[in-house]
């Protein structure tokens, strides 16, 4: 599933391919709208796209009076295409003046859009709101495993698992810490780790993908690599299973 960096790096991208252009068209076999197929055409046909950019882990595409946002669960792929959309699975379709297009597509269908979407409450994790004293009067509070609440949209959003991970280490903290067993100088450090981890994987990214809109670029994770055995310290990786793997070592502290 794309994570933040990942969409960063999407948005940037889509924005300087799509932002401007006019709005032909658009359609969607999503029985997760939260309107009607027709009420998304009304809303947004024939206008214009102002700007692309990342919320969360969602894609917001702002056409004004109205935001399209996509988010693109574990198998969304974005294509861009000239004239006739031929990309399989497609759940939204989107057709600009010009000839243009953009599809979003799933073979699952659970890649979702949403127009117009709520005001989110969780702070996005490079919002500059979240700074170590927030993140220390916040995990005080709370007796959760750390890993599991860097995952928690509705607590901070856009970190997914590989970036949870790769945090964590960067850190050097368990994920199976409790938060509130956090020191508070640890948890300044954790702050430093999630906006250092974040901005460093879009460069990464940017660096080895200049072009991309979709998929994952990983190679130069530290520690969350399916091909890796050690981290470049020469780390031993451990792998927990579980609904998701957690990829760590036994440098990390637990509290």
Known sequence: MPELPDLQVFARNL?????GKALKEISTTSKKLNVSAHELQHALRN???????REG?????????HILALHL???????LFEGKNDNKYTVVELHFT???????????????????????????????????KWL??????KRTVIKNLL?????????????????????????????????????????KSITHVLTHAEKEITKAKPDIISGEFRDF???????????????????????????????????
């Open 136 to 141: 220390t009067d916040q995990l005080q509070k």
């Open 221 to 255: 994770l530290q520690v969350h690599h399916t091909r890796k055995k050690e981290t470049p310290k020469g780390e031993k990786i451990l792998i927990k299973d579980g609904t998701r793997k957690t990829y760590y070592t036994e440098g990390q502290t637990l509290y």
């Open 15 to 19: 924005d300087k391919k799509l932002g």
């Open 98 to 132: 010009d000839g243009s297009g953009l599809a979003l597509t799933d073979f699952q269908s659970a890649a979702t859009p949403t127009l117009d979407p709520d005001k989110k409450d969780a702070p996005d994790a490079l919002d500059e709101s979240v700074t170590p």
């Open 73 to 79: 669960m574990l198998h969304g792929q974005l294509f």
């Open 151 to 191: 995952l928690d949209q509705k607590f901070i959003r856009g970190i997914g698992n590989a970036y949870a991970d790769e945090i964590l280490y960067d850190a050097g903290i368990s994920p199976f810490s409790i938060a509130n067993k956090i020191p508070e100088e640890k948890i300044k450090e954790l702050a």
């Open 57 to 65: 882990k969602e894609l917001y595409f702002d056409f004004g009076a």
């Open 47 to 53: 206008e214009t796209l102002k700007k692309v950019y």
